[in-house]
DNA sequence: GCCGTTTTCGGCCCGACTGTTTTCAGTCG
């Protein structure tokens, strides 16, 4: 049992416990402990075997770290199905819909017997929904918006979450009789920000024990099907994995092959067929005109296949790192030596974007600090929200001073690191920002987002954000779609239009690392560097351990085709702060 | 249910917005 899935279980029954309408402290008391769970690099079950103190982790108690030691023993929970038995489970799902919480779904099921999306959907079809009180017209369409939205997205999981399963079962797959390489292809490989399944490459002479291994994982809910050379599983979890065993001569073909994505495969072997080459997963062959008829993929003279570099090669392409395998450009640039030179993780030297206990961070600044200095950051900044954000604990300017005040004397002490003062201040609903001028001049970065009314009409919503990154304070425009992966749309306005904007202001924008986000995207952010605007690459860390999320942002960075020269934060300090518009 | 330089009980982040309402419950973040 994973992280992700004791904390689906912990927010399960804070869920249920809402619905039954139980005391809310001990609801958030589930909740806190859920996103403790969730947001805790080392696996539990790994805890709970060692004999760890769970209670040691914020928000988790005697009570729950027994709950927690049930499920990793028994990989169940008592008390999540005695409220299953008093409060349908489907409900839950309900609840995660804009404008539908526990309230109001108990009502639904109570009083419409609704207790699926199906049911739900039919409910506000029949227009039974705006009949009740308290509901209306706009809330009936509202919940079936968010529906149709659910349905979009509910097939595919965050590559974050996927992690949590794929990295146990490659552990156990290396152990496999005769295994010498194990490596996951497809899109986890790509490194895109969702997936709908994970593909699993072996490298083995004999591919019977290793297909064997695989369907006998203890985490398998159940076999689709498991041939030779070829299995797929769904985990308990609901993942489904595909494996392939192959044998080592065309290892580099399948990885190439299975990596994809479907339309960069189709590009290259459109142009094999135009040197008189086949590629298919086993290799790169000369074909003449019957050898390239027949079915037999080893028909003709064999070029390559053992390792991807000498796949490409024989196509005359430079090696494609798989994050932009997606037929938009690579192979052109591959075959003219203009592939551009990835961003690295290592190359940052700072992090712009995180919060503190001045605001809705868990850790003290200090503590910030330290996890900076021992990432080797040269720099960060510190953007504790500004007031508006009120649940948030967000910043006035009493608040803000008393804030400078702290890193000041901070700063006295701590010299290995330089501390940017900064401040992630609210885009208002008329684009004004959330803290007077005088202040915003005073600080050395202001990061700039929209946290309310995401739903304005596009040209409001534009004419809004415009006027932000147009105030002549402010450098950095972040998250700013404001989406959330499968759960929120990104807010309609005419991006285009800003990131011009941002490029005649000398403002960056944010790509926020957050595995929930990634915002901007890799496409908008590809468009941002066409465009000549800076890019900011930021965890928005809310607890020391978020830091570490920088890695997501770096995948997506090198989606987007971004180069260390393209990101402000790879640079020193001085240049940095040179580089953002005084 | 958790937590404790208010320490074992009594707090626990709270203001704004939305859609439904004539005074506010529910939801959001």
């Given at each position: 049992m994973?992280?992700?899935?004791i ?15 139980a005391?809310p402290?001990?609801i958030?008391?589930y ?7 969730e ?5 539990l ?14 928000g988790?108690?005697k ?15 008592a008390?999540?199905?005695a ?7 489907s409900?839950?799902?309900?609840t ?10 108990r009502?639904?099921?109570?009083e ?13 079809r ?7 009180e ?13 529906i149709?939205?659910?349905?979009r997205h509910?097939e ?6 996927a ?12 152990a ?20 709908r ?11 019977g ?14 076999t ?6 070829k ?13 392939r ?11 190439v092959?299975?990596?994809?994505s479907?339309?960069?495969n189709?590009?290259?072997?459109k142009?094999a067929?135009?040197r ?7 290799g790169?062959?000369r074909?003449g005109?019957?050898e390239a008829?027949?079915?037999d993929?080893?028909?003709g ?13 024989a ?5 494609i ?10 192979i052109?640039?591959a075959?003219q ?8 993780e290592?190359?940052?030297r700072?992090?712009l974007q ?6 809705d ?10 996890a ?12 504790d929200?500004?007031k508006?954000?009120a649940?948030t ?6 608040k803000?001073?008393?804030q ?6 901070i ?10 003062r ?6 208002l609903?008329d684009g004004q ?18 946290h ?6 596009a ?5 809004r954000?415009l006027?932000?990154v ?5 450098h ?19 991006l ?5 904007a941002?490029?005649?202001s ?7 690392a957050?595995p ?14 066409e465009?000549?605007v ?15 999320l920088m890695r997501h942002?770096i ?14 934060n790879?640079?020193?300090?001085d ?5 953002l518009?005084?």
């Amino acid at each position: 049992m994973e992280n992700l899935e004791i904390a689906r279980a912990l927010a399960d029954v804070a869920g249920l416990l809402e619905i039954s309408g139980a005391n809310p402290f001990r609801i958030r008391a589930y909740e806190n402990a859920a996103r403790t769970v969730e947001a805790h690099a080392v696996p539990l079950r790994r805890m709970v075997a060692e004999g760890a103190a769970l209670t040691e982790l914020p928000g988790i108690g005697k009570d729950i770290a027994g709950a927690i030691v049930e499920l990793v023993e028994t990989g169940r929970l008592a008390r999540l199905e005695a409220l299953k038995q008093e409060i349908p489970g489907s409900l839950l799902e309900l609840t995660r819909l804009p404008g539908l919480g526990a309230k109001r779904v108990r009502r639904l099921w109570q009083e419409l017997g609704v207790q699926t999306l199906d049911d739900l959907e039919r409910a506000a079809r029949a227009d039974e929904i705006k009949e009740l009180e308290g509901f209306g017209a706009t809330t009936q369409q509202k919940i079936l918006d968010g529906i149709a939205v659910r349905r979009r997205h509910v097939e595919r999981i965050k590559w974050v979450d996927a992690a949590q399963f794929v990295e146990p079962l490659l552990a156990y797959l290396r152990a496999a009789p005769g295994a010498q390489r194990v490596e996951v292809a497809g899109s986890y490989r790509r490194h895109r920000e969702t997936v709908r399944d994970v593909d699993l490459l072996v490298m083995a002479e004999d591919s019977g024990p290793v297909v064997e291994r695989f369907v006998s994982y203890a985490e398998v809910a159940r076999t689709e099907l498991a041939g030779d050379t070829k299995a797929t599983v769904v985990l308990k979890s609901g993942l489904q994995v595909d494996l392939r065993v192959v044998s080592p001569a065309s290892y580099g073909a399948a990885l190439v092959y299975f990596t994809g994505s479907k339309e960069h495969n189709v590009a290259l072997r459109k142009r094999a067929v135009g040197r008189g080459l086949r590629v298919s997963e086993y290799g790169v062959c000369r074909v003449g005109e019957a050898e390239a008829a027949a079915d037999d993929p080893f028909a003709g003279e064999y070029l390559a296949g053992a390792e991807e570099d000498d796949v490409y090669e024989a196509l005359e392409l430079r090696w494609i790192p798989p994050e932009v395998r997606e037929d938009r450009g690579e192979i052109e640039a591959a075959a003219q030596g203009s592939l551009p030179a990835l961003i690295t993780e290592n190359q940052l030297r700072g992090d712009l974007q995180m919060h503190s206990t001045w605001s809705d961070g868990k850790d003290s600044l200090e503590a910030m600090l330290d996890a900076c200095v021992a990432r080797g950051y040269e720099y960060f900044a510190i953007t504790d929200h500004s007031k508006a954000l009120a649940m948030t604990g967000g910043l006035d300017e009493r608040k803000l001073r008393a804030q400078w005040e702290e890193i000041d004397e901070i700063v006295s002490r701590r010299t290995e690191i330089r501390v940017l003062r900064g401040m992630e201040v609210d885009i208002l609903i008329d684009g004004q920002l959330d803290l007077e001028d005088a202040l915003l001049a005073e600080l050395d970065l202001v990061v700039v987002s929209v946290h309310s009314h995401f739903g304005l009409p596009a040209a409001e919503q534009t004419e809004r954000i415009l006027r932000a990154v147009q105030h002549p304070s402010v450098h950095v425009l972040a998250h700013p779609t404001g989406r959330l992966i499968n759960r929120r749309e990104p807010m309609e306005f005419d991006l285009d239009e800003v990131l011009r904007a941002a490029a005649a202001s000398g403002v960056a924008v944010e790509l926020n690392a957050h595995p929930d986000r990634l915002d901007l995207k890799d496409t908008q952010l590809r468009r941002a560097k066409e465009l000549g605007v800076p890019v900011v690459i930021s965890t928005d860390a809310h607890r020391t351990e978020d830091l570490s999320l920088m890695r997501h942002g770096i995948a997506q960075a090198r989606r987007a085709w971004l180069e260390p020269g393209d990101v402000l934060n790879t640079r020193s300090v001085d240049d940095l702060l040179a580089s953002l518009r005084s």
